[in-house]
């Protein structure tokens, strides 16, 4: 009896191969959920690589050089949020399937009052998540380094004058000045402007990001690897309500937006009543248009083609059909667009606002309280409502 007891309650047979039990009186690792796990993790890897590289076709056309730029960044969030949307998934199905309690199981659930492990986890995780995000975020603003200054000024009068632009009479403030001085005329620069018209851009900002000699062999090149390209602008970008009109530094007044390709252009940012958004998806950039502000900013488009301008901020009852064209084309095109439009006289701009407005005018102005749009700018060049655009 003695020799059988023993044997029952000390000398049992040992753990069976795989039981999952170290032979320690502990739980041992299950090479089996190891290797589950570790197969969940490489697929999941795979789905996010695999969406990371559809990020591009749900986009329009990358048309400036800040595009691929923020194309990879949103890549990055969209991969990172397919990982974790795919991990957390595979937890709460697992759970579902193979961890759910017996038909008739009314027991309560063991009382468990905190996991410290477990909180450590989803605290770090998520931070360590959004450091890189940021990370990368500050890395690519500092890339792109649109913004310029910005001058506080009255009110829309004194930022047309700052800007050199007459908006009442629909002609350039320095068109008395022949077009070959009519730039420096109408915005000083240098020394020689006055110190609230000297923007800068950041510290690093290069012009020419992403422009090299092989895409603008016109510039002058002093490198024999890469061209400084000669800047266009300022051009002044007046938005109000509902409408947006570009005025060149020779004088030349538009409603849509001409830009030659691979050339850096800075632009100064009028609002000549509320707050508007200057949106254009194709390059990737959108900057708030202040009232009693003049902003600098700048961009380079590079790839030609018709693209859509918006208004990205609620301006107002219209502000939907605030809408431009932007066309970029190449230097010969654009310098062509440029001449034939210093021949054209101004004429108002086609407007849909406009025509939204006299349509609600023909119901009895009934329905939302809204001021009337703005009189269409007087512009050498008028929108055309009916051309195709790629987004």
Not at 9 to 32: E, F, M, N, V, Y
Not at 43 to 65: C, D, G
Not at 207 to 235: C, F, I, R
């Amino acid at each position: 009896m003695s020799a059988s007891g023993s044997t029952a309650s000390g000398s049992g047979p040992g753990p069976a191969p795989g039981s999952g039990s170290t032979g320690r009186g502990g739980p041992g690792i299950d090479r089996g959920a190891v290797l589950l796990v570790t197969l969940g993790v490489g697929l999941a890897l795979l789905a996010s690589r695999w969406l990371m590289a559809q990020v591009p076709r749900w986009l329009p056309p990358q048309a400036s050089t800040a595009a691929p730029l923020v194309d990879d960044l949103f890549a990055l969030e969209a991969g990172i949020g397919c990982f974790l949307l795919l991990g957390c998934t595979a937890v709460i199905a697992w759970t579902l399937l193979f961890d759910r309690a017996d038909k008739y199981d009314r027991d309560d659930g063991e009382p468990i009052e905190g996991n410290l492990k477990l909180e450590i986890i989803w605290t770090v995780i998520p931070l360590v998540v959004v450091l890189l995000i940021a990370a990368q975020a500050i890395r690519v603003n500092g890339q792109l380094a649109n913004m310029g200054g910005k001058v506080r000024v009255a009110g829309a009068a004194e930022a047309l004058q700052l800007v050199g632009v007459d908006g009442v009479a629909g002609v350039q403030a320095a068109t008395s000045v022949p077009s070959s001085q009519s730039s420096q005329a109408s915005q000083p620069s240098g020394a020689q402007a006055p110190k609230a018209l000297r923007f800068r851009f950041s510290k690093g900002a290069s012009p020419g990001l992403g422009v090299t000699a092989a895409t603008n062999p016109a510039a002058a090149a002093t490198d024999p690897g890469v061209a400084p390209v000669t800047e266009l602008g300022p051009v002044v970008v007046i938005a109000r309500q509902w409408s947006w009109e570009f005025v060149y530094p020779d004088g030349v007044r538009s409603a849509e937006l001409h830009l030659p390709v691979n050339r850096p252009v800075r632009f100064r940012l009028v609002s000549l009543d509320v707050l508007h958004g200057l949106s254009i998806p194709a390059f990737r950039l959108r900057q708030d248009v202040v009232p009693g502000s003049v902003i600098d900013y700048r961009l380079t488009p590079s790839r030609e083609g018709r693209y859509r301008l918006r208004d990205s901020l609620f301006s107002g009852a219209y502000f939907a059909s605030n809408q431009t064209d932007v066309v970029v084309e190449s230097p010969e095109a654009f310098e062509q667009w440029r001449q034939a439009a210093r021949r054209s006289p101004l004429v108002p701009s086609p407007n849909a606002a406009t025509e939204l407005w006299s349509q609600r005018q023909e119901r009895g102005n009934r329905g939302w309280a809204t001021v009337p749009p703005g009189p269409p700018p007087l512009v050498n060049v008028p929108l055309d409502l009916n051309a195709a655009h790629e987004g």
